[in-house]
């Protein structure tokens, strides 16, 4: 294989693997804040003991999520040397403030959070809570935005020819302010909330199908399906307005999640079905007439550029993108439904009995999971065969240095210690749910077990 | 405020959040290494919830210096990671196996469990810190570049007895610093058994550090050409050693807290000799250190990105300074396990 393609399959597979852990924190970090700000309000001791519980599962999630993360910032540099130079100007601002903004405050007050139980008083516990929650939101903008300059480029030009030429900054605001870094900032975050609600939304209703801590899993659901709720309906206004920029300025990326080989005045939007690309069609599929054009355009009959405007060696991989664009949508429906049916039977008060939609909730947390990976993946994968839409291509990205052996070796490296950090983390995670909240042995102490270990010294 | 030197500023910026990295995460690497020289699992918790709370946020300091890196000099950040190829592969390996050891180790009962994470944290600190050394030492010594800023050697190059020494150096720092840091964090039986340990460790550490110095001042004495230049600048040397010579007095005293303020002073001038030294240079081409080197002044950004990162310093540096205080006060004193420790 060419370094060009094991350069970006392990860009895949490090930043997917990263992209599991801090949508979790995100979207943790908000409930936490809400847990703890209901327990300062009420003084319930449950909230405090929800607070606890989960800020434990938050420990686990972010350690992870900041392994993976340095790999990724130093990844830039060791695959993609020339890719880091030519942007470096622009999209090393974003990283630098990402570092002192956002990781100082979310690593500084997660100690306060985590050990700072006995330490502090409840209102600085709750203020560190808030600091690790924004600075987790943070991190999320200035990477989004370092990405959304990938796509949608602002605020730049380019000094220099051939190999040394580079992207500089002209200015800060509008490189941060580029046309789609707002929106799709607002829509990854929404994501990362998803991931948090449905990860306590199983919890809860895995505890409730087992009769099990009901207060505390009643109690937690109710925060996971508010929260739930609001993101989807929130995450269908910023995909909706995500999908109308890159209309604007992705057509190519448009082109490819709706197999559109043809530039059409009131395109029609397809349901499902199954690229053929070799005939350039989509086969089994249901359409709706002039639907995409109203939903790119909100005009009927606007015109809607196919992928017959770009020259067939830039084409994206129409068949793959066309299915995880819909897959991540189809996630949100099934979202959507979930939660409406649980707030429903809840109000009628049959939801607790209702085995089968609690095992449905149960199963419901890889949703948001699912539906952010292949969002991830139908946007970079669309921006294909750029690294910088327009002004930079991948194959020109790479490091000029590194050889196939070294990019091979390191992606066994990452295989092996991702699959063991994976399987760790899933055995732990359930070790943890298992257990269940309860006060006297949260989880890393060992009262009950100090006799076994004093006697094996 | 002048800013013609910018560069200049933005390097000394990168140097600091370096410093800061080697002092923080320094002593969480050091306690990591003497981590199984401890037997008994309750002193293991106690040295490992002595770095607990903190070495997240110390970690951080290595990622933004590397951000700090990309925005400013990205010619140099990407020449350094692609030549570096696999040493920083090593190190994140390393990384992440701290964590998870760290993270994983007091969550299970079972003996053989925790054993496993024990020795993973060990060696996953004694890994970090000697490919740490592994790049410092072939930024003194060099690499071999193209004219258009490339990594033109092998791996191998990157291995040979000079940067062997400066990798041990590193281990040797790390561990009187971790020493150091561990003794003042801890009381009673536990504490008197570490303070046993720190004497070896800053003899081991002198040992090297004056091998190391003769070694740099035989075969590479372009790092000591700016001293030549500047006398002025000799006076970091003399501030170190008597940090040095500060550090088994303190301890001796009792003093702990200043043994570890001594040990902080001594990284801060090996860090300031290292930048000094190799200035205006960060990457040298051994091949041509004259015309291709990679200076502040050839790999920087433009002056509007290096104005824009000043001012994100100025506005954040003060505060991750602030609340990296606060923590460390927050968790002053001799470690105590508590329900929440790891």
């Not at chain 1, 030429?165 to 800060?172: H, N, P, Q, V």
């Not at chain 1, 939660?339 to 009995?353: E, G, H, P, V």
Request: net charge neutral; glycine share 6%.
């Amino acid at each position: 294989m060419d370094v060009e393609t094991l350069a970006r399959f392990q860009f895949a597979l490090t930043i997917m693997f990263h992209y599991i852990y801090p949508p979790l924190s995100i979207g943790l970090g908000l409930v936490l804040v809400i847990m703890e700000g209901i327990y300062l309000k009420t003084k319930n001791p449950l909230y405090l003991q929800m607070a606890k519980f989960w800020t434990k599962v938050f420990a686990l999630t972010f350690a992870i999520g900041v392994a993976t993360g340095i790999v990724m910032e130093f990844e830039f540099g060791t695959n993609w040397a020339t890719y880091s130079r030519y942007v470096g100007d622009v999209f090393g601002s974003a990283l630098a403030a990402e570092g002192v903004f956002a990781f100082f405050l979310e690593s500084g007050f997660l100690a306060i959070l985590l050990f700072g139980w006995n330490k502090v008083g409840p209102k600085t516990h709750f203020f560190s809570t808030l600091m690790v929650c924004l600075g987790a939101h943070f991190s999320a903008i200035w990477i989004v935005v370092a990405n959304s300059w990938m796509q949608t480029p602002a605020g730049y030009h380019v000094v220099g020819e051939g190999l040394s030429a580079r992207a500089e900054i002209i200015s800060f605001w509008d490189m941060v302010f580029n046309p789609s870094s707002m929106v799709r900032l607002a829509h990854t975050v929404i994501g990362a909330w998803l991931a948090g609600a449905f990860l306590i939304i199983s919890v809860a209703a895995y505890y409730i199908l087992k009769n099990r801590h009901m207060d505390f899993a009643k109690a937690t659901l109710k925060i996971g399906l508010a929260v739930g709720m609001v993101a989807v309906i929130l995450q269908a206004v910023t995909g909706d307005a995500s999908a109308k920029i890159v209309a604007v300025h992705q057509p190519a990326k448009l082109a490819a999640f709706e197999a559109l080989y043809h530039t059409e005045k009131g395109a029609p939007m397809q349901l499902f079905g199954i690229v053929n690309s070799k005939e350039e069609k989509v086969e089994y599929g249901i359409k709706i007439p002039k639907l995409l054009s109203f939903l790119a355009f909100n005009d009927f009959s606007a015109e809607v550029k196919g992928l017959d405007q770009i020259p067939k060696s830039d084409w994206p991989n129409v068949p793959v993108l066309f299915q995880t664009y819909r897959l991540m949508v189809a996630m949100w429906g099934i979202m959507t439904l979930l939660l409406l049916i649980s707030i429903y039977m809840w109000r009628k008060q049959t939801l607790f009995a209702n085995k089968w939609t609690l095992r449905c909730l149960v199963a419901s947390v890889l949703c948001p999971q699912i539906a952010n990976q292949l969002g991830w993946v139908s946007a970079e994968m669309g921006r294909y065969p750029w690294i910088v839409q327009g002004l930079l291509r991948i194959s020109e990205g790479l490091s000029k240095s590194v050889t196939a052996n070294q990019i091979i070796s390191s992606i066994i490296m990452f295989a092996f210690v991702y699959f063991i950090l994976f399987v760790l983390f899933i055995f732990l995670l359930n070790e943890k749910f298992k257990h269940g909240p309860d006060e006297q042995d949260v989880w890393t102490p060992y009262y009950q077990l100090q006799h076994y270990l004093e006697e094996n010294e | 405020m002048n800013l013609e030197n910018i560069e200049f500023i933005w390097c000394s910026a990168f140097f600091i959040l370096l410093a800061g990295y080697a002092i923080l995460d320094g002593f969480d690497l050091g306690v990591g290494m003497l981590h199984l020289f401890s037997k008994k699992d309750h002193e293991r918790r106690i040295m490992l919830n002595a770095i607990g709370p903190v070495w997240d946020g110390n970690e951080v300091w290595l990622v933004t210096a590397g951000g700090a890196l990309f925005a400013g000099f990205p010619d140099i950040y990407a020449t350094l990671c692609s030549a570096f190829y696999e040493p920083i592969m090593v190190l994140l390996s390393g990384l992440i196996f701290r964590a998870a050891a760290i993270e994983f180790r007091s969550k299970q009962p079972m003996a053989w469990w925790r054993w496993m994470w024990d020795v993973l944290f060990s060696l996953a600190s004694l890994i970090i810190a000697l490919s740490l050394g592994i790049v410092l030492g072939n930024l003194i010594r060099g690499i071999e570049i193209n004219e258009h800023k490339e990594f033109v050697g092998s791996l191998s190059s990157l291995f040979n007895p000079y940067t062997y020494l400066v990798s041990i150096l590193t281990v040797a720092l790390f561990w009187m610093h971790g020493a150091i840091y561990i003794v003042m964090k801890t009381e009673g039986e536990l504490h008197d058994k570490l303070r046993k340990w720190v004497n070896p460790a800053i003899i081991f550490f002198i040992m090297c550090y004056a091998l190391t110095t003769m070694a740099t001042l035989i075969y590479f004495p372009h790092m000591s050409q700016i001293i030549q230049d500047r006398p002025i600048l000799f006076l970091i040397g003399v501030v170190d050693m008597f940090a040095i010579a500060n550090i088994p007095r303190e301890i001796n005293r009792g003093k702990d807290w200043l043994a570890f303020v001594s040990s902080c002073v001594n990284i801060v001038c090996l860090m300031a000799l290292f930048a000094v030294g190799s200035y205006p240079n960060v990457v040298r081409a051994i091949n041509d250190p004259d015309h291709l080197s990679l200076t502040i002044y050839n790999s920087a950004s433009s002056h509007t990105t290096l104005q824009i990162l000043l001012l994100i310093a100025i506005i954040g540096i003060p505060l991750v300074i602030a609340y990296t205080f606060a923590v460390y006060w927050i968790f002053k004193g001799k470690v105590k396990l508590e329900a929440t420790s790891y």
